[in-house]
């Protein structure tokens, strides 16, 4: 079974960092492009960031650019958000799919996200 698990969530003070992580099994992400989302209570979903299978092509909503990125290792078959210069607006669950912004066909759990002073 394709799997995703995310990890990493945690509670951090308005302009903290914090990197999560995204691990896959039962198959290997190099073969797909990955992306972020994170959802607010009862909204829908928002993409936040994708990656290409190549490493290197990379893509951001405007609402976290130049504040998250992304990357992924391979060889652990995992990927990772690293988020900086956090607000309380970027509270939220963070799930990683496989997939784009637009299609996707598996999503992990997520691993919540809470700015606060």
């Known amino acids: 079974e394709d799997q995703l698990v995310e990890s990493g969530g945690d509670m951090v003070q308005p302009g903290g960092s914090l990197t999560l992580s995204c691990t896959a099994s039962?198959?290997?992400?190099?073969?797909?492009?990955m992306a972020w989302f994170r959802q607010y209570s009862n909204n829908h979903p928002e993409w936040l960031s994708t990656s290409q299978p190549d490493g290197i092509s990379t893509a951001y909503a405007d609402s976290v650019k130049g504040r998250f990125t992304v990357s992924r290792d391979n060889a652990k078959n995992t990927l990772y958000l690293q988020m900086d210069s956090l607000k309380f607006v970027d509270t939220a669950l963070y799930f990683c799919?496989?997939?784009?912004?637009?299609?996707?066909?598996?999503r992990g759990q997520g691993t919540q996200v809470t700015v606060s002073s």
């Open positions: 039962g198959f290997t992400i190099e073969n797909y492009p």
């Open positions: 799919v496989r997939g784009t912004r637009n299609a996707f066909n598996v």
